[in-house]
């Protein structure tokens, strides 16, 4: 079972960039496919990123297409999300998550998850 950590939330202005960590241990990352997603306040939970586990296949929610970035590192044992040009509406919690998916799959779908970390804020302000 892996465990996942997530890091480098913060709060920054509109237009600023953040760049969030997920750290997993337990196992090695490159048995899972990873995704980003993130839940505002009132709202559920949303997918925002996803990667597979070569990394050659990557997929984007429409509102973040162009503007982040999702990344991995297998021999670190990383994923990372690189936002720039945020935005107030960016404004959530951010999680990471793994799923043990086939090489080239990247799910974009939280059912399709099965380990989630605890996730990190991110506030954009206007």
Known sequence: QVQLVESGGGLVQAGGSLRLSCAASGRTLSSYAMGWFRQAPGKEREFVATISRSAISTYYADSVKGRFIISRDNAKNTVTLQMNSL??????VYYCAAEPASWHIAPAHEYEYDYWGQGTQVAVSS
Do not use: I, L, M, S
Not at 87 to 92: C, F, L, N, R, Y
């Open 87 to 92: 935005k107030p509406e960016d404004t959530a």
